[in-house]
C-alpha cells in the first residue's frame, strides 16, 4: 500500500513539473529564456527573475557571477521580491532553490502562478485549479487507483 502511494506521490510531482516548466516556458518565451529542466534551471535564479519580471513588469537587479553565492544572491532578490509583495512563502529559503530542492522549488512555481495568474486575468484561477486537478484524477484514473 505505502509503494502505491509513493508512486501516486511521484507520478503527481511528474505531472506538476511538466505542467508549471510549460507555464514557465510560456511566459519566459516573452524575454527569450527556456527551462528544460524545472528544479537545474532555476537554481541560479536567473530564469526566476526573468519570470518575476515578465510577470510585473518591473526590473529587478541580478548578480552576473557563477558562483554559489552569486545564485544564492540572485534567488534571494526573487523571494523577497515576492516578499514584498505579502506573498507568503512557507519555508522556502534561496538553498532549497539553489539545491534543486523539487518539493520547495514546486511549491514556490504554485504560489508565484497562483498569485500572478489572479492579478494578471488573463486566466482565471478556479480555472486553472480545476485544470491541475483534472490531470491529477487522470493519472490516478489511468494508472487505475480511482
Do not use: C
Amino acid at each position: 500500500m505505502w509503494k502505491s502511494l509513493f508512486k501516486f506521490a511521484d507520478e503527481r510531482d511528474a505531472i506538476q513539473k511538466k505542467t508549471f516548466t510549460k507555464w514557465l516556458n510560456k511566459h519566459l518565451k516573452k524575454v527569450n529564456r527556456h527551462v528544460e529542466d524545472l528544479f537545474e534551471d532555476l537554481r541560479d535564479g536567473h530564469n526566476l527573475i526573468s519570470l518575476l519580471e515578465v510577470l510585473s513588469a518591473e526590473l529587478l537587479p541580478r548578480e552576473r557571477g557563477r558562483m554559489r553565492f552569486h545564485q544564492l544572491q540572485n534567488v534571494q532578490v526573487a523571494l523577497d521580491f515576492l516578499k514584498n509583495r505579502n506573498i507568503r512563502l512557507v519555508n522556502i529559503r534561496p538553498e532549497d532553490i539553489v539545491d534543486g530542492n523539487p518539493k520547495l522549488t514546486l511549491g514556490l512555481i504554485w504560489t508565484i502562478i497562483l498569485h500572478f495568474q489572479a492579478n494578471l486575468r488573463s486566466f482565471p484561477v478556479w480555472l486553472l485549479i480545476k485544470y491541475f486537478s483534472s490531470i491529477f484524477v487522470y493519472s490516478l484514473a489511468e494508472k487505475g487507483l480511482l
